[in-house]
């Protein structure tokens, strides 16, 4: 590995253009310069100086060192800027957060956008990624924090390297057109309530479709599933015709207008949202940032409005 002394030297030698001018700049003896050039020689295996007059230039090698070590120079600033942010708590730089997309959409879509006011010098990437990817993601270090889900009920398992603070309870409703039967009972539905009606519901396989299949359990009635939509707009597009109903997340749905009317269930469907980040990365205070302001407002999803009938959830 290049010695980060070293390189410095030769930057100096390479603007000053002899040995004892650079010496100077540094603080060092002629010497002392000349025993970094060399040692920088031997990690490269490549003479970097050569003789000319009373001077020393850049040999092409030299010239190729020295014209890369900005970026390394740029690069330990970054470092000392981080450690320094760390100790006095300012959120700086690059976050990279992954996370599924309705955590994106109801949790850290208002949440970076109340951020950016905050923390200006925090910059937050997001990748879409489901729980397992991202779990891989954080502890291999290409994400810094992720959002997940638990599955049927089940936290994700976690390697040790990796702590989680729960953040979010999701739960789900049936969303409806306003004039279709089910919107006018005035108390939480049940299994009886849904035979017979129609639905649009998320492929098998996803933890929605799962929600969906527990709502039939203690019933030999096969549900009418219309429709198989892995995106809930696009479901909320289907129920807005009025010929179908869907289970929808909170966090996934938009404000649904005065159009959709959502119902809650006796029996919750229910989801718990963790964040998940490195035990190495505890004392960050981007990630800190992130999870306060995740904490500090949760945004309600779908308001109904204008109407008496029924409960309203938001």
Known sequence: MIDVGALRALRAVAASGTLA?????????????????????????????AQAGRGV???????????????????????????????????????????FSTAIRGLLAPGVARLSTRCPDLRVLITEQDPDPAVHSVDTG????????????????????LTQRHMHTDIGDVVMERAHPLAEIDRPLTADDLAGHAW????????????????????RAEPDVRHLV?????????????????LIPRLARPPLGDGL??????????????????????????????????????????????????????
């Open 230 to 246: 892995d995106d809930f707009a696009t479901q909320l597009s289907l129920v807005a015709s009025g010929a179908v109903i869907a």
């Open 21 to 49: 001018r650079a010496a100077e700049e540094l603080g060092f003896t002629a010497s002392a310069v000349s025993q970094q050039i060399k040692r920088l020689e031997r990690q490269i295996g490549v003479p970097v100086l």
């Open 200 to 219: 649009v519901t998320s492929p098998p396989g996803t933890v929605c479709h799962q929600w969906f299949r527990r709502l039939f359990a203690d019933t």
């Open 142 to 161: 290409t994400a810094d924090l992720a959002l997940v889900h638990d599955a049927d009920g089940l936290p994700a398992p976690l390697p040790p390297s």
């Open 261 to 314: 009317v959502a119902r809650p269930l006796r029996r919750q469907p229910t989801r718990d949202v963790h964040a998940v980040w490195r035990h190495s990365a505890d004392a960050s205070p981007a990630i800190r940032a992130v999870l306060a302001e995740l904490t500090l407002k949760q945004v309600p999803r779908g308001r109904v409005s204008g109407s008496g009938r029924g409960p309203l959830v938001q």
């Open 57 to 99: 230039v850049l040999t092409p090698a030299g010239q190729a060192v020295v014209d890369s070590a900005p970026e390394v120079f740029q690069a330990l600033e970054r470092c000392a800027e981080a450690a320094q942010s760390v100790s006095e708590g300012a959120p700086r730089g690059t976050l990279r957060v992954a996370a």
